[in-house]
């Protein structure tokens, strides 16, 4: 980061030597107050996208018709923009046009939160017209200027305000969750893409639960483009099976947590996941965590396989079903349940770390050592004889052993149990 920093001030430093003006801003001025790790630095300048260029030899034009052009440096990128205005909001979310400007104030002006809206010069001297730094001190989320006309604009500010106030831990300004309600109907008009993208950031930030909350009591799910399944009513009913989200390391068991919580089948959350445009190995990830809950329990009526013979050979069925992960991960979703940690879960562990084998290719036989030794065509029937074998060798009721494996397909072809 002190490597980032110094490529930045030779950006900065380049640009005033030319002549201009030139400034930290955004996301990197507001981390670097609130003492967090800065990961990007963007730079805002009085200079026009070709003067930009003409300073720097190594430039990508990112996107030149709204000013921004990636400097190169360093071994960093640097998106530099120009001073500029937005207007004509028509589809709630871009602005059809773009004017370059010549103050940084009115720069400023078009950015969504106050402690968005900060920039900072080579000498440390903040900019800083909309009070960002006293909001940052009280922990406030604030539009600048009018609330309702800035998610009128643009209403993926909305979900940012959720996403910052979640993540940060702040609270929303009265005037700017007020406006957010007024508003919050043009939702429906922001790709489910750029939804999932901020929902999956409260998702996996610190306190995941705070920005379900806050979107449920702001009647936000219901209004997206593809409804979520809950409502204030349904999160308040599960918040107590969520108080623990935040300790699940990874996204997809959140994912799980939250979908097992308010009551959705495996086989619904996979379409729900799908129409949330959620990236595929994240839902898939999800869907097989909940479909381990289903397997050993069909009606998932509770969290954890009984410790009985039966709950044993549905647990294992189930680890060789979905694999190891995703049974290790719905025992992660289970131990963060009200009441988790139980002996079900020990006993669930015992049983998958005792397994001899989790899959078909860890099996001392194959399909072509079974045709042979019944003189059978292959079909579908060996497919079911080798999980057969499989899920009695991972239970530790045959032998792994090629020829006991031969032996036991022999008496099971006979007994027409193929
Ligand atoms: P992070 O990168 O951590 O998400 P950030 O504040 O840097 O936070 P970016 O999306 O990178 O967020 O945007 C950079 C800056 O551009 C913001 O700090 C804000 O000033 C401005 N900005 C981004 N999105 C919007 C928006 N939808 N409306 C108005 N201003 C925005
Ligand atoms: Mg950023």
Redesign the pocket.
């Known amino acids: 980061e002190p490597e980032m920093a110094e490529a930045a001030r030779f950006v900065v430093s380049s640009l005033e030597e030319s002549g201009s003006e030139a400034y930290w801003?955004?996301?990197?001025i507001?981390?670097e107050l609130l003492g967090r790790p800065v990961?990007?630095m963007?730079i805002t300048t009085s200079a026009l996208p070709e003067e930009v260029m003409s300073v720097f030899p190594r430039c990508v034009p990112t996107g030149l018709q709204h000013g921004t052009v990636t400097v190169l440096h360093g071994g960093y990128g640097f998106e530099v923009t120009t001073y500029r205005t937005?207007s004509g909001y028509a589809d709630f979310?871009r602005p059809e046009r773009v004017a370059f400007v010549r103050d940084v104030t009115e720069d400023?002006r078009?950015?969504?939160?106050t402690?968005?809206?900060i920039c900072a010069g080579l000498d440390g001297r903040l900019v800083d017209p909309f009070g960002g730094a006293e909001d940052l001190d009280r922990r406030l989320v604030r539009c600048?200027g009018d609330a309702e006309e800035?998610f009128g604009?643009?209403a993926?500010?909305m979900l940012?305000c959720v996403?910052?106030a979640s993540t940060l831990d702040f609270a929303v300004a009265k005037n700017t969750w007020r406006g957010l309600l007024r508003q919050r109907d043009k939702l429906a008009h922001i790709a489910v893409e750029r939804v999932y993208a901020e929902l999956a950031?409260i998702m996996e930030g610190p306190r995941p639960l705070r920005g379900l909350a806050m979107l449920a009591r702001g009647g936000l799910p219901a209004r997206v483009k593809a409804p979520f399944p809950w409502d204030g009513e349904a999160l308040a009913a599960g918040a107590a099976g969520l108080a623990r989200i935040g300790e699940l390391k990874s996204a997809p068991l959140r994912w799980a947590l939250l979908l097992h919580t308010l009551g959705t089948p495996a086989e619904t959350a996979d379409g729900l996941l799908r129409a949330w445009t959620f990236p595929g190995t994240i839902r898939q990830a999800v869907v097989r965590v909940l479909r381990v809950r289903e397997a050993w329990d069909p009606r998932a009526a509770s969290a954890l396989p009984g410790a009985d013979g039966d709950g044993r050979r549905r647990w294992v069925a189930a680890v060789l079903s979905f694999g190891r992960a995703a049974a290790e991960g719905w025992l992660d979703v289970a131990a963060a349940l009200p009441g988790g940690g139980e002996t079900g879960i020990a006993a669930a562990r015992g049983w998958m770390a005792g397994m001899p084998v989790s899959g078909l290719g860890e099996l001392a036989v194959a399909g072509g050592d079974l045709t042979a030794a019944l003189e059978r065509r292959p079909g579908p029937w060996l497919g079911r004889l080798l999980q057969e074998l499989l899920l009695q060798a991972a239970l530790g009721e045959l032998p792994n052993d090629r020829e006991a494996l031969i032996e036991a397909a022999g008496r099971m072809d006979e007994h027409g149990q193929a």
């Open positions: 801003v955004g996301g990197c507001r981390d990961h990007d963007d937005e979310r400023l078009r950015r969504d939160f402690m968005n809206a600048v800035r604009e643009d993926l500010r940012r996403r910052f950031r």
